[in-house]
């Protein structure tokens, strides 16, 4: 299956295509540019037989006061799933489901969120991000790549087409909670 996993941002998103659970593509774009691409990207002769899927990380309440950012993150959130033009392929998901599905619990970090995903593609950031001269599957995934990444993941493991491979908590895994 085909996956576009996003992490909305607000005022640049980060995109990941992934095939099963190989990147096959990445962008990093100021919103009104990631608005047109998903618009392009949602057209159905732009389709090709294929019917992909968007993947949003959900914006959630931690119960904490929240800014500015955090609106216009939920703002371009809401413009990307409607230039997508396909509720029927889309979905979001929350960053707790994110951290149980990858790392067993809800109280994962970002760093351990990165090193499972590192495990994964590698093992270890040497052979899953390589080098210049020998590039591993990760080469170039930087900065809010690596949540769009963790995203789409989580929902080709969800939906059972990808097993998390390459860690030691597989067993951990067992307990996230399906996506609906």
């Not at 309440?61 to 959130?77: K, L, Q, R, Y």
């Not at 090193?115 to 001269?133: D, F, W």
């Amino acid at each position: 299956m085909i996956v576009y996993a996003l992490d909305p941002g607000d005022t640049r998103s980060a995109l990941v295509c992934l095939h099963g659970d190989k990147l096959t593509g990445m962008h990093f774009l100021l919103n009104a540019e990631m608005r047109d691409f998903l618009r392009e990207a949602g057209r159905p002769d732009a389709l090709e037989h294929h019917e992909p899927r968007l993947v949003i990380e959900q914006i959630a309440s931690m119960g904490m006061a929240v800014g500015e950012t955090v609106f216009e993150t939920c703002f371009w959130s809401g413009r990307f799933a409607e230039a997508w033009g396909h509720d029927d392929r889309l979905a979001r998901v929350p960053r707790v489901l994110v951290k149980r599905t990858l790392c067993g619990t809800h109280q994962a970090k970002d760093s351990n969120i990165r090193t499972v995903l590192l495990n994964h593609y590698g093992p270890g950031q040497e052979r899953a991000v390589g080098t210049k001269k020998a590039p591993g599957p990760l080469y170039g995934v930087k900065k809010d790549l690596w949540a769009a990444l963790a995203v789409g993941l989580t929902y080709q493991i969800q939906k059972g087409h990808v097993t998390l491979g390459r860690t030691e908590i597989l067993e951990e895994i067992a307990g996230a909670r399906p996506l609906d």
